[in-house]
């Protein structure tokens, strides 16, 4: 096959293909057939429009678009694709024109696809401006009117305000607002003078916490309206424990109310945190929601209640280890949120070794003691053995000992807190009988504790 | 090892320096202390799972799983004896176990010093385990009418709550076949007992709404914890109380008796096939 004979077959299948294309607008997914004419509309003085264009090959045959021209003012490409395109069949070529006119005036030009052409028609009409007042701020370059974010079942009313700058009477018409959260009172036309503007209120009822949207039809402007609904914050919670003063080694009650009525069904979690008083320690995981061992508590609480459940109860018990420090805790209402305080915190003071058991024994080779307790300051170390005979007489002076080291070292690392078995043994060679009890003193850094006498057996 | 080399000399250092003139006693060079997180027991959890609790009642926390598909148990001495699916296992301090015989479901079961008895109230033998002598059997007299809720060793023989149709008892059924009825135990018919655990001074008796520690001598201790269904020994001095409110440990001490809530578990997704987890 020669050169002569392929450039007939280009030709050939160019001006079968050119017969194949047909041209529409898209607007979203709707496609509107475009033959010879097509009309931009009214465009107000200043702004500017597009519209999108489709070439569809409809042929069974590739299409090869070798010209996408425009011929006459105001109209402009926005964004071409490049030329040649070529179409499969079935396919497409989107592309775009832009409308600006700087005069009130009519303009026209001639889009040409290929052979195919269309006559482009828009008129530039002068069209008073839109302007609104607080809250509501806008338009912005979007042509937006933004009503902002009101609370859920409330509403807000926005003046809009249209202004004729022109030195001749404006009729403005539709005027029309849609959209279910937005309506407005307003007749659907209104003439305005020159010099002169009209006002007339559009209202915003936000019945869901959710964002909504609208417009607003003024004339030959359109602009989106929005606005959001959200949900009340709950009111500021109380907190309220079973004592004011806590200490370690106690289990409590927490229980919360709202200061008043929950504008809605709500839910969420209340956090226990707890820092240490001691740098020695980093955390003490027995302090607690007992009930089910975490830091967390979910809550629910039912619209215009001031009851908050916590695990479907309407208190909670927490544990306050055996550490000193500060528990805090703070209700989450997550995207409900919170007026107010939303935490509260309880100081567990240092305080001296509380000792929960003692006991004295006699063993094989003498004397066996053993105390078990806590020391929430982690600074426990000094004892004191005082002995006493079967007639209750003190044996010498009390055996001092000093067991800080054994105690830092037991309590290296430690995160469950500070309670502790002790076990001492006393080998005694002699009569051990003759050693009827003993009292132990413990001392840390918030003071002394002494035990009842024990006896032994 | 360090540590108890230090303590060791710290005591006698301070023990020869202040009790060597006294002229009877005389402490020896080998004086020493341990210091270990203290185990206030065994409890039953949420998922019928054994889990040692660690620290003190009020601040307690759980350690892991030791053993699962516990239908009931019973520890004290440092043992502690376990009802699962149909078999009974003794376990000791230092976690090894044994199988002591199969059974079928959960009967009352009482520890004793050394062992463990159990007692069928539907043919009256009572069994008793050592490990020196293994299991021994013994015949206790049965009448139909009487449900045994719980029981203790009491001689040669068991004390026992039991649910007569003239209401709830306190018995002794003795070996010579003999049941002496000594006190009535107190019920309201319209909130009766659900569980009762037997003390070496009294017993601990639940209803729907409250549970009571009532002592020997009369006198008695309302708690109001509702819904316990039944009691169990943690440890020789703390006994769990399985409540659809949660658990809760009863700790004696030198005659008084403390009350806190067990920390609670998250509930099992599933029930697991197997039947240890060591």
Same mark, same amino acid.
């Given at each position: 096959?020669?050169?002569?004979?392929?450039?007939?077959?280009?030709?050939?299948?160019?001006?079968?293909?050119?017969?194949?294309?047909?041209?529409?607008?898209?607007?979203?997914?709707?496609?509107?057939?475009?033959?010879?004419?097509?009309?931009?509309?009214?465009?107000?003085?200043?702004?500017?429009?597009?519209?999108?264009?489709?070439?569809?090959?409809?042929?069974?045959? =590739?299409?090869? &678009? $070798?010209? !996408? *021209?425009?011929?006459? %003012?105001?109209? +402009?490409? /926005?964004?071409?694709? #490049?030329?040649?395109?070529?179409?499969?069949?079935?396919?497409?070529?989107?592309?775009?024109?832009?409308?600006?006119?700087?005069?009130?005036?009519?303009?026209?030009?001639?889009?040409?696809?290929? =052979?195919?052409? &269309? $006559?482009? !028609? *828009?008129?530039?009409? %002068?069209?008073? +401006?839109? /302007?609104?007042?607080? #809250?509501?701020?806008?338009?912005?370059?979007?042509?937006?009117?933004?009503?902002?974010?009101?609370?859920?079942?409330?509403?807000?009313?926005?003046?809009?305000?249209?202004?004729?700058?022109?030195?001749?009477?404006?009729?403005?018409?539709?005027?029309?607002?849609?959209?279910?959260?937005?309506?407005?009172?307003?007749?659907?036309?209104?003439?305005?003078?020159?010099?002169?503007?009209?006002?007339?209120?559009?209202?915003?009822?936000?019945?869901?916490?959710?964002?909504?949207?609208?417009?607003?039809?003024?004339?030959?402007?359109?602009?989106?309206?929005?606005?959001?609904?959200?949900?009340?914050?709950?009111?500021?919670?109380?907190?309220?424990?079973?004592?004011?003063?806590?200490?370690?080694?106690?289990?409590?009650?927490?229980?919360?109310?709202?200061?008043?009525?929950?504008?809605?069904?709500?839910?969420?979690?209340?956090?226990?945190?707890?820092?240490?008083?001691?740098?020695?320690?980093?955390?003490?995981?027995?302090?607690?929601?007992?009930?089910?061992?975490?830091?967390?508590?979910?809550?629910?609480?039912?619209?215009?209640?001031?009851?908050?459940?916590?695990?479907?109860?309407?208190?909670?018990?927490?544990?306050?280890?055996?550490?000193?420090?500060?528990?805090?805790?703070?209700?989450?209402?997550?995207?409900?949120?919170?007026?107010?305080?939303?935490?509260?915190?309880?100081?567990?003071?240092?305080?001296?070794?509380?000792?929960?058991?003692?006991?004295?024994?006699?063993?094989?080779?003498?004397?066996?003691?053993?105390?078990?307790?806590?020391?929430?300051?982690?600074?426990?170390?000094?004892?004191?053995?005082?002995?006493?005979?079967?007639?209750?007489?003190?044996?010498?002076?009390?055996?001092?000992?000093?067991?800080?080291?054994?105690?830092?070292?037991?309590?290296?690392?430690?995160?469950?807190?500070?309670?502790?078995?002790?076990?001492?043994?006393?080998?005694?060679?002699?009569?051990?009988?003759?050693?009827?009890?003993?009292?132990?003193?413990?001392?840390?850094?918030?003071?002394?504790?002494?035990?009842?006498?024990?006896?032994?057996? | 090892?360090?540590?108890?080399?230090?303590?060791?000399?710290?005591?006698?250092?301070?023990?020869?320096?202040?009790?060597?003139?006294?002229?009877?006693?005389?402490?020896?060079?080998?004086?020493?202390?341990?210091?270990?997180?203290?185990?206030?027991?065994?409890?039953?959890?949420?998922?019928?799972?054994?889990?040692?609790?660690?620290?003190?009642?009020?601040?307690?926390?759980?350690?892991?799983?030791?053993?699962?598909?516990?239908?009931?148990?019973?520890?004290?001495?440092?043992?502690?004896?376990?009802?699962?699916?149909?078999?009974?296992?003794?376990?000791?301090?230092?976690?090894?176990?044994?199988?002591?015989?199969?059974?079928?479901?959960?009967?009352?079961?009482?520890?004793?010093?050394?062992?463990?008895?159990?007692?069928?109230?539907?043919?009256?033998?009572?069994?008793?385990?050592?490990?020196?002598?293994?299991?021994?059997?013994?015949?206790?007299?049965?009448?139909?009418?009487?449900?045994?809720?719980?029981?203790?060793?009491?001689?040669?023989?068991?004390?026992?709550?039991?649910?007569?149709?003239?209401?709830?008892?306190?018995?002794?059924?003795?070996?010579?076949?003999?049941?002496?009825?000594?006190?009535?135990?107190?019920?309201?018919?319209?909130?009766?007992?659900?569980?009762?655990?037997?003390?070496?001074?009294?017993?601990?008796?639940?209803?729907?709404?409250?549970?009571?520690?009532?002592?020997?001598?009369?006198?008695?201790?309302?708690?109001?914890?509702?819904?316990?269904?039944?009691?169990?020994?943690?440890?020789?001095?703390?006994?769990?109380?399985?409540?659809?409110?949660?658990?809760?440990?009863?700790?004696?001490?030198?005659?008084?008796?403390?009350?806190?809530?067990?920390?609670?578990?998250?509930?099992?997704?599933?029930?697991?096939?197997?039947?240890?987890?060591?």
């Amino acid at each position: 096959m020669n050169r002569l004979t392929l450039t007939c077959l280009f030709l050939l299948t160019a001006a079968v293909a050119n017969a194949q294309l047909a041209l529409s607008t898209v607007a979203g997914t709707t496609q509107t057939p475009v033959t010879t004419v097509y009309g931009f509309g009214q465009i107000a003085l200043g702004d500017v429009k597009l519209v999108s264009f489709r070439a569809v090959n409809s042929s069974s045959a =590739t299409v090869t &678009v $070798t010209k !996408l *021209a425009l011929s006459g %003012s105001g109209f +402009t490409f /926005s964004g071409n694709p #490049p030329i040649p395109y070529i179409i499969a069949p079935g396919g497409h070529m989107d592309f775009t024109i832009r409308f600006a006119g700087s005069t009130v005036t009519n303009y026209s030009a001639s889009l040409q696809v290929n =052979t195919q052409i &269309v $006559t482009l !028609l *828009a008129s530039v009409v %002068s069209a008073p +401006t839109v /302007s609104v007042a607080s #809250p509501c701020t806008g338009p912005d370059s979007e042509s937006t009117i933004s009503f902002g974010r009101v609370q859920q079942a409330a509403s807000l009313i926005c003046t809009v305000t249209v202004t004729n700058a022109q030195t001749q009477q404006v009729t403005l018409s539709p005027i029309s607002v849609t959209g279910s959260a937005f309506n407005t009172s307003q007749a659907s036309a209104a003439f305005i003078p020159p010099g002169q503007s009209i006002s007339f209120p559009v209202k915003f009822t936000a019945s869901s916490a959710t964002a909504f949207t609208g417009t607003l039809t003024a004339g030959v402007r359109t602009y989106t309206l929005t606005g959001t609904g959200f949900n009340a914050p709950l009111s500021s919670p109380q907190f309220t424990f079973d004592t004011s003063t806590m200490s370690s080694g106690e289990q409590h009650t927490l229980a919360v109310k709202l200061s008043s009525a929950s504008p809605v069904a709500a839910s969420g979690n209340i956090t226990l945190g707890f820092k240490p008083a001691s740098a020695s320690v980093a955390d003490d995981s027995a302090v607690q929601f007992v009930g089910t061992s975490k830091r967390v508590v979910s809550f629910t609480v039912a619209q215009g209640s001031t009851n908050v459940l916590m695990n479907g109860q309407n208190s909670v018990v927490f544990s306050t280890g055996t550490t000193a420090g500060v528990i805090t805790f703070t209700i989450d209402a997550g995207a409900y949120g919170i007026s107010g305080d939303a935490s509260a915190s309880i100081a567990v003071a240092p305080a001296p070794t509380l000792l929960t058991a003692a006991g004295a024994s006699r063993v094989a080779t003498g004397l066996k003691i053993t105390l078990s307790g806590f020391d929430n300051t982690y600074s426990l170390g000094t004892f004191s053995f005082a002995f006493f005979d079967r007639n209750g007489s003190a044996i010498g002076s009390p055996i001092a000992a000093n067991l800080s080291t054994n105690f830092q070292s037991f309590y290296q690392g430690q995160t469950a807190g500070s309670s502790f078995l002790l076990l001492a043994n006393f080998p005694v060679n002699g009569d051990a009988t003759q050693v009827g009890g003993v009292e132990v003193t413990v001392t840390n850094s918030a003071g002394s504790t002494r035990t009842q006498r024990m006896s032994f057996p | 090892m360090r540590l108890h080399f230090l303590l060791l000399r710290s005591l006698l250092r301070n023990l020869f320096r202040l009790l060597s003139p006294l002229p009877f006693l005389l402490l020896q060079a080998s004086s020493f202390a341990q210091i270990q997180q203290p185990v206030l027991g065994i409890m039953h959890d949420g998922n019928a799972a054994l889990r040692p609790v660690y620290g003190i009642a009020a601040s307690a926390t759980l350690g892991g799983v030791a053993v699962e598909n516990v239908d009931a148990f019973s520890c004290a001495h440092s043992q502690c004896f376990v009802q699962t699916l149909g078999s009974l296992w003794m376990y000791d301090s230092s976690g090894s176990r044994s199988i002591l015989d199969s059974i079928s479901g959960p009967v009352p079961m009482a520890l004793t010093n050394d062992g463990v008895l159990l007692y069928s109230s539907q043919t009256g033998e009572l069994l008793r385990w050592n490990p020196i002598n293994g299991w021994a059997s013994s015949t206790l007299p049965t009448t139909s009418d009487h449900t045994i809720l719980a029981f203790k060793p009491a001689g040669d023989g068991i004390d026992a709550a039991v649910r007569r149709d003239d209401g709830l008892w306190m018995e002794h059924l003795a070996a010579d076949a003999s049941i002496t009825t000594f006190s009535a135990i107190p019920e309201d018919a319209e909130n009766p007992v659900r569980a009762i655990c037997l003390l070496d001074d009294g017993y601990l008796i639940a209803t729907g709404h409250a549970v009571s520690l009532v002592r020997s001598d009369g006198s008695a201790q309302e708690f109001a914890i509702g819904g316990v269904r039944s009691f169990s020994a943690m440890s020789d001095s703390a006994v769990e109380a399985e409540s659809s409110q949660g658990n809760w440990i009863f700790e004696q001490d030198a005659g008084k008796i403390r009350v806190s809530l067990l920390p609670g578990v998250e509930p099992a997704q599933t029930a697991p096939a197997g039947e240890v987890a060591e």
